[in-house]
């Protein structure tokens, strides 16, 4: 049974209800509680968040296939100091320093990360345990806490990052104000990828419908939780298989199950498995001329996937949100000449908000596209706190003035 664990982290720096919600990644759901479940790394989270912490569950099974490295081995690595703790059932986890932590070389029995618990007065404690088993399961823990620090890039810090984009642009500061701890997420590359080739032409909901299917055809069955099955997210061997686009266009694909089949035929032929993670390390222009030359992969998709899984923080995806944005709250000139997103007009686009953001520019464009998404509709007319008779239309008028009522 998967316990919660958790670690401080205020919605200023990390919302999951935007972050997770906002397109970036299609795999999370949200139950009726709040609490947020979806497969990273190989293993079922499940996620919720306080006023002052990010709490979480790994559910098992905890199989070789997890990101987590660990050798079985008979011989394994024991602080002694650790063996002479008494093993009380509601010892605090603070008293057991990081420093003291040893590599975790021991049978995955030992590694089930069972012993930190939150009692009913929400304290962390220990189950009653004690030397080397209960040392591996404290840093099997802190493992998953990095994994998941590592998911939503808590190292940088948002608030430093919002307080400089808000001096930087009044509008953006208006926004930021009710669309706080919109964060990029670090994917892993072939998802990223694969998921984003299913955006085309496309909405999150769909979206997500059509990643699902293709987890389900070719990933691996992880476990079944709340009467749900989960599946890892497959890789670019499975999806380069023979029959791929034949299936994938019987579960309602349509021509992106081509785009998906031969990119990852070509990945395999010319690359390698390893060679989408390898572009983390290669610059921005070097990454987008490789991804493009990928079916169904355009400017957008290769800026996505070099924003949210290649580490480019400056990178600007442009679509028609985005436009609508630069042409409506920014008066960028001349970008509505055209009837459709020129590359011309892209390019202007991205310079103009990289120019004006600085270096985390993709974060930046990340919170304003997040506000412009119908489904946050309500909560960005209550932002801006609009007059109805400002408003034109009569049914937008009605929507305002019953928003402003609630509010």
């Not at 919605?11 to 979806?38: H, M, V, Y």
């Not at 919002?162 to 953006?172: A, G, M, N, R, V």
């Amino acid at each position: 049974m998967a316990h919660w664990r958790r670690f401080t982290c205020k919605p200023a720096e990390l919302r999951l209800d935007i972050t997770l919600a906002c397109g970036q990644s299609f795999r999370w759901k949200q139950n009726q509680t709040g609490e947020w479940t979806s497969v990273l790394r190989g293993q079922v989270w499940t996620l919720k968040q306080t006023d002052t912490e990010v709490h979480y569950k790994v559910h098992g099974p905890f199989s070789q296939k997890t990101s987590i490295k660990r050798t079985c081995t008979s011989k394994r690595t024991v602080n002694p100091k650790m063996i002479k703790i008494k093993c009380e059932p509601d010892t605090d986890i603070t008293k057991f320093n990081a420093a003291s932590s040893v590599k975790h070389e021991c049978d995955p029995e030992i590694m089930n990360p069972s012993s930190e618990l939150l009692d009913t007065t929400g304290r962390r404690t220990l189950s009653k345990a004690c030397g080397e088993s209960i040392k591996q399961k404290l840093v099997y823990n802190q493992d998953h806490e990095k994994v998941l620090k590592n998911y939503f890039q808590l190292d940088i810090s948002l608030e430093k990052l919002y307080k400089h984009w808000s001096l930087q642009d009044p509008h953006f500061k208006k926004i930021a104000t009710h669309f706080p701890g919109v964060r990029i997420l670090r994917q892993d590359p072939v998802e990223n990828l694969f998921s984003f080739i299913c955006s085309s032409n496309n909405h999150i909901s769909r979206i997500s419908g059509m990643v699902e299917r293709l987890c389900e055809a070719y990933g691996d069955q992880l476990l079944e939780l709340d009467g749900r099955v989960y599946y890892s997210f497959p890789r670019v061997e499975a999806l380069a298989a023979d029959g791929v686009e034949k299936t994938l266009r019987e579960k309602g694909f349509g021509y992106r199950a081509k785009y998906i089949s031969e990119t990852a035929r070509r990945i395999i032929q010319f690359h390698s498995a390893d060679w989408l993670m390898s572009l983390r390390d290669r610059p921005y222009e070097e990454a987008h001329s490789q991804l493009v030359t990928l079916q169904g992969v355009g400017s957008k998709v290769a800026d996505c996937v070099c924003l949210m899984s290649l580490d480019k923080p400056g990178t600007i995806p442009v679509d028609t949100h985005v436009w609508q944005i630069a042409a409506r709250d920014y008066k960028v000139t001349n970008i509505n000449k055209t009837k459709s997103l020129t590359t011309a007009t892209y390019k202007q686009i991205a310079d103009y908000f990289q120019q004006l953001w600085g270096e985390y520019a993709g974060w930046a464009h990340s919170v304003l596209f997040s506000a412009d998404l119908k489904q946050f509709e309500k909560q960005a007319v209550k932002t801006e706190k609009t007059s109805p008779d400002e408003v034109k239309s009569p049914m937008k008028r009605l929507f305002i003035e019953k928003c402003n009522q609630e509010a």
